[in-house]
């Protein structure tokens, strides 16, 4: 009876996990470039099974304002088959590795008409539940600054001076307190071997050291 | 004299929370639909209250760095003060907690002349300016004043 329950909720816990998992597809969230230059859109996905020779990658590109997306890119049965005819004719090009469920593309000679939202969808058969990832490109003539850039560099300078300047100070008054500390000593240093001559009638004074106010 | 160090300290968290307020609340411009800057420009012209973060020019960011620096070092010199209320010899001044409160007051300065000097260039001509902008124009004299007390106040038994 005990046997047949473990064995029983050893192939539920078998079964379970396969029917909820589902495929899982990372891109970026936002990329930045400027005109005229070459960028790599990664696509990667995780899935519960191991990658499958049917595996397919495909991109489709939706333009800024525009309610339609076309498909630009598609992976099947080994093969890549990029954009011959639409806004990417001769730009577009496969970088990434099927077998390492790598999906990347690469656009070539950016435009400004190239702003808009790209949508990779992967899908490693059995496992073909999932939900496709947007990139969204933003084409620039000049890359702005990130925000917050310059506001964690002048408090970081700021402050860092802060702490330099009282550590400077710190250190001063340490090596000042130092400087008096040996003085004294070579003083009385002196005295002690005079004494010793005139056959130790002379007793060597206290040693005191004065420590900076 | 009890009085008299109630009334400086009140005097220095005025300055204090005029100073967070001013930061924190994003409203250094604003017009009929909408406020704008340091954070967030917030506006309703669309239906409904949409934000959305602010331009990320170098200016705004000195800004928001100054802004941020001055509260910092308005903090420090509170801390200082109560610090040195206790370690101080009698007749010692108070030279550190006024020097941070005088550059607190500095860097509050430079950061609304900042604005008021290149808010044109992001800024449309007929928006007006926010309460923020008043209140930080309002803490730099505050500020300024109260950091020149700690220097001249001499501590007494």
């Known amino acids: 009876m005990l046997t047949v329950l473990a064995l029983m909720s050893v192939a539920l816990l078998g079964i379970v996990p396969e029917q909820t998992e589902a495929i899982v597809i990372y891109t970026g969230w936002e990329r930045h470039a400027l005109v005229g230059s070459d960028i790599r859109l990664a696509c990667s996905f995780f899935s519960w099974r191991w990658t499958s020779e049917d595996v397919t990658f495909s991109w489709t590109y939706r333009p800024d304002g525009s309610r339609d997306s076309i ?3 598609h992976y ?3 093969a890549a088959y990029v ?4 806004p990417f004719m001769d730009r577009l ?3 990434g590795n099927p077998s390492r469920r790598d999906g990347s593309i690469l ?3 950016l435009e400004f008409s190239d702003n808009g939202t790209f949508t990779c969808d992967a899908k490693n058969p059995p496992d073909i539940v999932g939900r496709p990832s947007s990139v969204r490109l933003l084409v620039f ?3 702005p600054i990130q925000a917050g850039v310059i506001t964690g560099a002048i408090i970081g300078v700021v402050l860092g001076l802060l702490i330099l300047i009282v ?3 710190y250190l001063m008054r340490f090596l000042v307190a130092r400087r008096v500390f040996s003085i004294n000593v070579s003083k009385h240093g002196k005295k002690k071997k005079e004494g010793s001559q005139q056959k130790q009638l002379w007793t060597p004074p206290p040693v005191t050291l004065y420590p900076l106010p | 004299m009890l009085l008299l160090l109630l009334g400086i300290v009140l005097l220095h968290i005025v300055a204090l929370v005029l100073l967070l307020v001013s930061t924190i609340v994003s409203v250094w411009t604003s017009n009929d639909t909408g406020t704008s800057d340091l954070w967030y420009n917030c506006s309703t012209a669309t239906g409904g209250h949409h934000c959305n973060p602010a331009s990320t020019g170098e200016w705004i960011q000195a800004v928001q760095a100054l802004m941020i620096l001055s509260i910092i070092f308005s903090v420090l010199s509170l801390v200082l003060f109560f610090c040195q209320l206790f370690t101080l010899q009698k007749g010692g001044r108070f030279f550190l907690t006024g020097t941070f409160q005088i550059l607190a007051s500095l860097f509050v300065m430079s950061g609304a002349i900042i604005y008021t000097v290149m808010s044109p260039e992001w800024v449309p001509k007929d928006d007006t300016y926010g309460y923020s902008y008043i209140l930080a124009w309002v803490a730099f004299p505050l500020a300024l004043i109260s950091g020149l007390i700690y220097v001249i106040l001499r501590k007494r038994e």
């Open chain 1, 71 to 73: 498909s630009i890119f």
């Open chain 1, 76 to 78: 099947t049965g080994g």
């Open chain 1, 83 to 86: 954009d011959n005819k639409g």
């Open chain 1, 93 to 95: 090009e496969f970088v």
């Open chain 1, 107 to 109: 656009i070539k000679n």
């Open chain 1, 141 to 143: 003539e000049k890359v």
């Open chain 1, 167 to 169: 550590a400077i100070y």
